[in-house]
Nanobody, 126 residues
Framework: QVQLVESGGGLVQAGGSLRLSCAAS?????????MGWFRQAPGKEREFVAA????????YYADSVKGRFTISRDNAKNTVYLQMNSLKPEDTAVYHC??????????????????WGQGTQVTVSS
C-alpha cells in the first residue's frame, strides 16, 4: 500500500520560511518516481508548485515560486522536500505531494500522478 505523508506545514509571517517533507512508503523503487508538490487554496483548483524528476533529479517550478522555493529529494530516505523562503500570503494553501513512476512529460499536470498525500496546511499571515 502506497502512502505519502506530508509534514512541516504551519503558520508563518510573510517573509518567513518553512520546509515541507513528504515521506513515501510502499513505492517499489522510490528513485524511479517523479515527485511533485501541488497546492490548493479554498475555492481554487489544485495548482502545480514544483517537481523533481526521476531522471537526473531535474527540477521544475511554477513561475510564482521560482527563486523562492526549492525542491529536493533523498532517495535513501524515500523523502522529498520543499524549502519555501520569502513566503507570501498568496502562498497560503494546503500543500500536497504526489508521485508517479517514470513520469517524464506533463510533470505539472496533476492528472498524471497516481499517488497523493493528504496534504499539510501552510498559512502565511501578512
Amino acid at each position: 500500500q502506497v502512502q505519502l505523508v506530508e509534514s512541516g506545514g504551519g503558520l508563518v509571517q510573510a517573509g518567513g520560511s518553512l520546509r515541507l517533507s513528504c515521506a513515501a512508503s510502499g513505492l517499489t523503487t522510490f528513485s524511479q518516481y517523479t515527485m511533485g508538490w501541488f497546492r490548493q487554496a479554498p475555492g481554487k483548483e489544485r495548482e502545480f508548485v514544483a517537481a523533481i524528476s526521476w531522471v537526473g533529479a531535474t527540477t521544475y517550478y511554477a513561475d510564482s515560486v521560482k527563486g523562492r522555493f526549492t525542491i529536493s529529494r533523498d532517495n535513501a530516505k524515500n523523502t522529498v522536500y520543499l524549502q519555501m523562503n520569502s513566503l507570501k500570503p498568496e502562498d497560503t494553501a494546503v500543500y500536497h505531494c504526489a508521485a508517479d513512476r517514470l513520469l517524464g512529460i506533463g510533470i505539472s499536470d496533476p492528472s498524471r500522478y497516481d499517488y497523493w498525500g493528504q496534504g499539510t496546511q501552510v498559512t502565511v499571515s501578512s
